[in-house]
């Protein structure tokens, strides 16, 4: 079992809300993140007034990324450090990872995720670790095998980024369910991948031909979800025989979450709306799932309490009360593509990391405060995470693959 890892970064003002003044509400100490409400008092100079209500979230890591000149700066190489390194030593175990990041449209999503070619993000940075590996995480491989895909999730269907698609029908493909390995996008081209440059090419392929559009907050908003993913395979020689070793890495850039602007055209209110519905779904997923594994906890702590030496597990799906009768909530994974497709992610056999970016500005104080609840909740959230079976293999299979 596994809580939920959650970050926090605040990005620099923007140059918006750097010429309309905006007010850095925004702190950070040490994991904690703390917002002061500037409306409780109207004055914008002097020392902040007792009267401002100030709310103080606690994560497993929040970074100031506002002034590299400030000591307490965190740069995407200290972002890495802490939540790369562990994606990377979690994949070398066998384990599933998933990396996603939520935060208002504009807020440094997809600055954390993929970064800048001056300023290069998590997504690159994870594939140069894989080719790259150190000998510091767990027993080298044999060989390794890298495969990639990269999809879109727009108006609630799924488009390959890294495939030509037919113009008329770009949004075909369907998700599945495979009763044991779970949801999967039927057709989605897997690519094979034998150094860091050939990734770094498909990357870029797929970024650039992902929907972006002009928000009022961000020129270039991404509009869709992207899911990157990384299956990474090892040979081993598991009692001397050659076997292999599978995990699976999904790397996730929501897009960002804005309220409905009525002069925006059709199209863009229909996405908006879309980006929306999946986004509250994913709330609604991480909040039960977190009342769930509390649920859990508590019952696992009064069941220890009230039955010393009763051995009887602590199921599942259900857990209730002291007398068994309470059952977890159900969860609508199905009700939006993107929960369906993370739901290993979330709750499952995965090692989850959530990203919550932010903005330091005054002007998006109820974002930033429903962009931090969301992440809190997310905290809660308890994973099943095992090391993924190790499968023997033909010799002959194990020679000519790897
Ligand atoms: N930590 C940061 N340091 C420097 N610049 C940043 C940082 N975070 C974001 N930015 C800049 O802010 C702008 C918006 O960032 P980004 O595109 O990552 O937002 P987003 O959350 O992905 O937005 P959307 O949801 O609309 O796609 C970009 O110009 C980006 O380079």
New binding site residues.
Partial sequence: MANVKVAV?V??L?KRENAEEGRIIVEVDNKVAKVRNIKVDNRLDGPWDSREKIVAFSFDYCYW?IDPEDPKYASQEVVFQDLGTSVLSGAFKGYNICLFAY?Q???????TMMG?PASVGLTPRICEGLFSRQDDYSEQPASCRVEVSFLEIYNERVRDLLKQSDHKKPYTLRVREHPETGPYVQGLSQHLVTDYKQVVGLLEEGIAKRITAA?HI?D???RSHAIFTIHYTQAILENNLPSEIASKINLVDL??SERADPSYCKDRITEGANINKSLVTLGIVISTLAQNSQMFSSCQSINSITSEGDSSPVGSHTTGSVSGTRRQAYIPYRDSILTWLLKDSLGGNSKTIMVA?ISPASSSYNETMSTLRYASNAKNIINKPRVNEVRPLPRLYYLHIF
């Avoid at 449209?105 to 600055?111: A, E, L």
Wanted: charged share 15%; proline share 5%; hydrophobic share 10%.
């Fill in positions: 970064r990005r620099p923007s990324s935060g449209t504009g807020s440094g999503k997809t600055y800048t928000t961000h270039a908003s991404s897009a960002g970016t």
